[in-house]
């Protein structure tokens, strides 16, 4: 599997993105948080600084929509420049319809769930989406921890043949990042671990050489 790396800028400084996007331009994705203040208690950003930040990067956006009318908002997104639209199988609109219309638009469909959700859920999908997003903490604020239990959903997923990108999200560090690669995960989110860091570049080269340790 290809090991990619997607640092979240929901750790990074709001007022300096054009600065904040040149220190992770190594990264293999741009992680975007998207929070509503329905879905998830927070309220972050939405389409119109996707767009801003398009303009001042070449790295594909992974933009994971916590909105509870995903149906309503992915043609903005797509428009915006996101790469790859991810929302939630626990919200408000209809999953197949909402995949559909981000495959209708251009553009790569992923599916996330929440810890307490079964990956069940997304198996109807797997044949559209792109990748699978397995939340390994609560969604909604950076900087907790990881949650390990989550690491039989992943290994599940692989059981049952899933080839596809499978993601997780929420307190991967260069230590538990091996636990996830080595469960089957292959895209790793990581805003605080990579932003609070003093040479992100120099982080996001060791988080991939300690998530390749643990794939084969
Ligand atoms: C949580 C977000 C995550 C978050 C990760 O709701 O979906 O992407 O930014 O932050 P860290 O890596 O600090 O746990
Ligand atoms: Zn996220």
Do not use: W
Request: aromatic share 6%.
């Amino acid at each position: 599997m290809v090991i990619k790396i997607s640092p979240s800028i929901l750790a990074s400084d709001y007022a300096n993105l054009e600065s904040e996007l040149k220190r992770i331009e190594t990264s293999d994705l741009i992680h975007v948080d998207v929070m509503d203040g329905h879905f998830v208690p927070n309220i972050s950003i939405g389409a119109p600084v996707v767009s801003a930040i398009r303009k001042v990067s070449d790295v594909p956006f992974d933009v994971h929509l916590m909105i509870s009318r995903p149906l309503k908002y992915v043609e903005d997104f797509a428009n915006a420049g996101a790469d790859i639209i991810c929302f939630h199988v626990e919200s408000d609109d209809d999953t197949g319809e909402t995949v559909d219309k981000i495959l209708s638009l251009g553009k790569k469909a992923a599916l996330a769930v929440k810890p307490k959700t079964d990956i069940e859920q997304v198996l109807p999908y797997l044949d559209k989406l792109a990748m699978v997003l397995v939340m390994t903490v609560e969604p909604g604020f950076g900087g907790q921890s990881f949650m390990t239990d989550m690491m039989p959903k992943i290994e599940k997923l692989r059981a049952l043949g899933y080839k596809g990108d499978i993601e997780v999200d929420g307190g991967v560090n260069p230590e538990t990042i091996k636990l996830a690669a080595k469960a089957g995960a292959n895209v790793f989110v990581a805003g605080s671990a990579v932003f609070k860091s003093e040479n992100p570049k120099d982080t996001i080269k060791l988080l991939k050489d300690n998530a390749a340790s643990k794939v084969d």
